[in-house]
Nanobody
């Protein structure tokens, strides 16, 4: 079992930056692919970024965030980060962290085994 807790969300202006954290508890997260997803009001949950298990050598991003967001992991701290730069109003959503045991860094949410409760990010124009 892995429990995930997101933090770092808030209200910012367009162009600002935020760094989200996802802290894992229970088992080590080193053998888990970690992903970030988001859900805006009235919309489906969508993929944001994923990082492969272990050293995190593979990272995948949604086209909408490429060049602006960066995912990273610190296995010793059991924490995954999402650095978000040049935020836009369309980035406003609840951001969720998810974990998948020994899989591939994929965008499909149904393959992830564990989810956090989410953290709200609001970007004003």
């Amino acid at each position: 079992q892995v429990q995930l807790v997101e933090s770092g969300g808030g209200l910012v202006q367009a162009g600002d930056s935020l760094r989200l954290s996802c802290a894992g508890s229970g088992r080590s997260i080193s053998n888990y692919v970690m992903g970030w997803f988001r859900q805006a009001p009235g919309k489906d949950r969508e993929f944001v970024a994923a990082i492969s298990w272990g050293s995190g050598s593979t990272r995948n991003y949604a086209d909408s965030v490429k060049g602006r967001f960066a995912i990273s992991r610190d296995n010793a701290k059991k924490t995954v980060y999402l650095q978000m730069n040049n935020l836009k109003p369309e980035d406003t959503a609840v951001y969720y962290c998810a974990a998948q045991y020994l899989g591939a860094a994929q965008a499909e949410p149904s393959i992830y085994d564990y989810w956090g409760q989410g953290t709200q990010v609001t970007v004003s124009s």
